[in-house]
């Protein structure tokens, strides 16, 4: 990796402002911080949605994967929430992927 030392990934607790950013319609799109280690994987859509999915407190609808063609790099993750409350319960979680911290904003 040529960009040099990074910080370690701290995981923290949404904001309140993030939180009121939450929409009261759909869609319930949150955007998936992505651990660069698992950026250069092969990452699949199902995986990811499947991760989050627990059909209770989060319900997902689907998750996209975009793809930098150039880099071969996972550029950005997006999940379709079913309803506001699975999009603020995942973004309040603390979870790995692959062993790497994720985290929903």
Same mark, same amino acid.
């Given at each position: 990796?040529?960009?040099?030392?990074?910080?370690?990934? /701290?995981?923290?607790?949404?904001?309140?402002?993030?939180?009121?950013?939450?929409?009261?319609?759909?869609?319930?799109?949150?955007?998936?911080?992505?651990?660069?280690?698992?950026?250069?994987?092969? /990452?699949?859509?199902?995986? #990811?949605?499947?991760?989050?999915h627990d059909g209770e407190g989060i319900k997902v609808i689907s998750?996209?994967?975009?793809y930098d063609r150039e880099q071969q790099r996972v550029k950005m993750?997006? #999940?379709?929430?079913?309803?506001?409350?699975?999009?603020?319960?995942?973004?309040?979680?603390?979870?790995?992927?692959?062993?790497?911290? #994720?985290?929903?904003?």
């Amino acid at each position: 990796d040529d960009r040099g030392p990074r910080a370690p990934f /701290v995981w923290e607790e949404p904001t309140q402002e993030a939180l009121d950013k939450i929409p009261k319609e759909a869609p319930f799109t949150g955007y998936v911080t992505v651990h660069p280690q698992v950026a250069g994987e092969d /990452v699949q859509e199902r995986d #990811i949605a499947q991760h989050y999915h627990d059909g209770e407190g989060i319900k997902v609808i689907s998750a996209r994967v975009v793809y930098d063609r150039e880099q071969q790099r996972v550029k950005m993750i997006f #999940i379709d929430f079913e309803d506001a409350e699975s999009l603020r319960n995942a973004m309040c979680m603390d979870l790995e992927f692959r062993g790497r911290p #994720i985290k929903i904003a």
